[in-house]
């Protein structure tokens, strides 16, 4: 009886249908300044779609946007909304975001430029104080949406 039951088990499970998953996506940075630089800008895989960290850098250059945290950030942002839009997404489809800034005395400040950028809901989120951020940037934010 064991061996019956066993071998209609073993059965089943053979005939189950293999679960895949999707292959990823990879999307080069549509900016020239950034292409040079070793990472995609986004990877989808199915529904989802990871955004690399985004820093206040001036589209089109490798420069930050003068004047400190506030510009920075508010670049930043504005660089997620155009990779979102470029890979059908957008500001209101994402989950989750993570937050590196250089000093964390500054994360009233952050809070106060991220807040105008969601509405009716806020991402689930990390936040780091990091040293040595990218390009000297006081702020780095990277997220993952849905698609």
Known sequence: ???????????????????????????????????????????????????????????????????????????????????????GSSMNKIVKCTIFLADMKEWPAFNAIYRQYFSGHYPARSAFGANGLALGARVEVECIASR
């Not at 039951?5 to 089943?12: E, K, P, R």
């Not at 300044?33 to 089109?60: C, H, K, M, N, W």
């Not at 490798?62 to 504005?78: H, V």
């Open 1 to 87: 009886m064991m061996r019956l039951l066993t071998a209609i088990v073993l059965g089943s499970v053979a005939c189950a249908p293999a679960h895949t998953s999707p292959a990823p996506e990879f999307y080069p940075a549509a900016d020239s300044a950034l292409r040079t630089l070793p990472f995609s800008e986004a990877v989808a895989v199915g529904d989802l779609l990871y955004l690399s960290g985004q820093i206040g850098v001036v589209p089109g250059t490798l420069a930050l946007t003068p004047g400190g945290l506030d510009p920075e950030a508010r670049q930043a942002m504005e660089n997620i909304k155009s990779v979102l839009e470029r890979h």
